[in-house]
């Protein structure tokens, strides 16, 4: 990694180009921002196409690119099982949510949960368990953000990380939904731009032959190489590998930041048409980093190991560089640059969307609804969430930084992605499909989901790395993925809570919420059909 | 335009709607596409992932050189999600749309498909906002 140690010319230009158009974006929807609607829900403007690129944005982050290439480079077929379950998710959030979480909700995913509940008690817990699924997924991201720039421009980890967290900050608090939106499209555009041309690079090494590629890819191992084409050497525990899938074709229906994106559409219909806008990109995504993942194992070979670092996170980059022409040469430069410009905007994008979410939970649900009690204005509301996104933007960088390098990201993403399974949907789908649910139902789905996640979590493995690390949890439990005992609990309680407790109807009705979940009579309207124009 | 909305909002009686028909026959159609589907795409994730986990000799079996049974299962998924996506999007255009507008038809005012309905939609509504009052 020594060539990384100064700074890279190449890499800074084109970080400036990503941040001075994202930044006009930013100016631009400043000059647009009108209320609440505009801040959260971008005026509900947002088209289906529009809204299918922001949700890759939104989604496919730092993990996706750098993270899974890195999986597949080290441990081959394993890595592309987490490109698979990422994808299927998109099914969960279509058939369960996405169109009814249009309907049905205003700004948060506790809109939703709380319609017809008992508001206080039902908003808290939804609050919680968005602030608790924002908290471990921004601070992975801020992480990340710091050693890979660190790594590809050669700044320092800390000062890459406050620069990450401040460029964030800026779009949220200054262009809220609407600058985020745009930054999530314009970083799905690089970000496939740049997996395609990397892809075609790779294919073109291959004679344009897909088979080649796995081929070369065995020829390139090694007697230490953990690399194979066969399940079995990432997760190498039958149990955990199930639980992983569990959590993660479930987890993505339970992420806040993607859910509130069906909030930016007009109507039930551009919403339906963005998830499938998604997935189409999203899996043309995932598929082509076979290419990149099985095409960095096929060019560096077993070499490349110990330069792609932990996790194997630099793998994409180096492999970017050994494409444009190796170490030195003007195009291997230029290329690993552009590769680092796509993931630092990838970074962005999906960290302001977890702010713009988190601070959605503190402003609208805990300081509006419930301190506040409806009373304040919707001025008010807007000046509290940049406030909240300020705070939780700065406490989120004040961790990465004193956490520094150490913090795993891996574990973090996967924590998140577990209380959003856990706790977040069980609640949600729920809420929406079962007349019985109740307040206590919501309540203690929530907080069982939240607290089976976190625990296990806590006496998992990872988190004990002893020198004997199969048996380094002090309660030598060994499941790494907690998905598998939490995402029943999280039921369970949902439905132990609702069958234990006798609550009398609220305001609003079952019979309100499932007529306007089914047929969006009644859902909140876009700006544009609001205006007389 | 918000303000006969606004005030038909609280008057909507979502009881009746519910109970009606229409209504009935668009929950139970979309059920009956939305269930099956959940069931089917679950299962065959899960059977994969099962493969995946306690089944590794059987993925790692080649089909052709380096192409294993684990690299065509996998792609299957991503047909699968495709193909279910498309399915689902024409189905909710051409059955369950306008099953709900048609449930929703006396409170409707969507101004999200002007041209055809706008006519009837708005004069429906004026009048179903008078009943109701």
Known sequence: ?533 | MAGPTERGETAIDWETIERSPEFQELVQRRRGFVIPCTIFFLSWYLGFILLAAYAEDFMGERVYQGLTVGYCLALTQFAMVFGLGLWYLRKADNVFDPLAEKAIAAYSEDATHPGERRAKGESAGSASTEAVR
């Open chain 1, 1 to 533: 990694m020594t060539f990384f140690a100064e700074i890279n010319v190449e890499a800074v230009v084109i970080f400036s180009i990503v941040l001075s158009i994202t930044l006009g974006v930013t100016y631009w929807a400043s000059k647009r921002m009108t209320g609440a609607s505009t801040f959260y829900a971008a005026g509900r403007q947002i088209t289906g196409f529009q809204n299918g690129l922001a949700i890759s944005g939104d989604y496919l982050s730092a993990a996706s690119f750098l993270g899974i290439a890195g999986l597949i480079y080290l441990y081959g077929f394993d890595g592309f099982l987490y490109s698979i379950g990422f994808l299927v998710a998109f099914l969960t959030v279509m058939f369960l949510l996405a169109e009814r979480m249009r309907n049905a909700g205003k700004y948060t995913i506790a809109d939703v949960l709380s319609f017809r509940l008992r508001e206080r008690p039902a908003r808290t817990a939804a609050a919680m368990g968005t602030l608790a699924v924002a908290a471990f997924y921004l601070i992975a991201q801020m992480v990340g953000a710091g050693v890979l720039i660190q790594a590809l421009v050669g700044i320092d980890f800390s000062l890459a990380v406050v620069l990450t967290g401040a460029f964030m900050l800026c779009y949220v608090i200054f262009g809220g939904m609407l600058a985020t939106t745009w930054v999530q499209i314009i970083k799905a555009v690089l970000l496939m731009a740049g997996i395609l041309v990397m892809s075609l690079f790779v294919l073109e090494r291959v004679g344009f032959n897909p088979i080649e590629l796995f081929n070369r890819a065995e020829d390139n191992t090694t007697a230490e190489s953990t690399f194979s084409l066969a399940p079995g050497t990432f997760l190498s525990s039958p149990i955990d590998t199930v639980s992983l899938g569990l959590a993660l074709v479930l987890g993505t229906a339970g992420l806040p930041h993607i859910l509130m994106r069906f909030f930016t559409v007009p109507n039930a219909r551009a919403a339906r048409g963005s998830v499938v806008w998604a997935m189409f990109l999203i899996g043309g995504f995932y598929l082509l980093t076979t290419f990149i993942g099985f095409g960095a194992r096929a060019i560096m070979g077993e070499a490349g190991v110990e330069a792609a670092g932990t996790g194997g996170n630099l793998a994409a980059p180096n492999l970017a560089l050994e494409l444009g022409g190796g170490e030195g040469t003007f195009g291997g430069d230029l290329f690993l640059a552009v590769i680092a410009g796509v993931a630092f905007a990838t970074i962005l994008a999906v960290v302001a969307g977890l702010v713009l979410s988190a601070s959605g939970a503190v402003a609208h649900d805990i300081w509006s609804s419930i301190i506040r009690k409806g009373k304040d204005s919707e001025k008010e509301e807007v000046v509290v969430a940049k406030i909240a996104a300020a705070s939780i933007g700065v406490i989120a960088i004040l961790i990465a930084v004193i956490g520094g390098e150490g913090l795993n990201v891996s574990f973090m993403v996967g924590l998140a992605f577990a209380i959003a399974a856990s706790a977040n949907f069980p609640a949600l789908v729920l809420a929406l499909t079962w007349r019985r649910f109740n307040t206590m139902g919501a309540v203690w789905g929530v907080l069982l989901g939240v607290t089976s996640a976190i625990g296990l979590i806590i006496v998992s493995p990872k988190v004990w790395p002893g020198a004997d690390s199969d048996t380094g949890s002090p309660l030598g439990w060994t499941l790494s993925n907690p998905g598998i005992i939490s995402i029943p609990l999280g039921f369970l309680g949902c439905i132990l809570g609702t069958l234990l407790s006798s609550e009398r109807g609220t305001d609003r009705s079952f019979h309100e919420l499932y007529v306007r979940s089914e047929t969006g009579l009644g859902s909140e309207k876009s700006e544009k059909a609001l205006s007389p124009h």
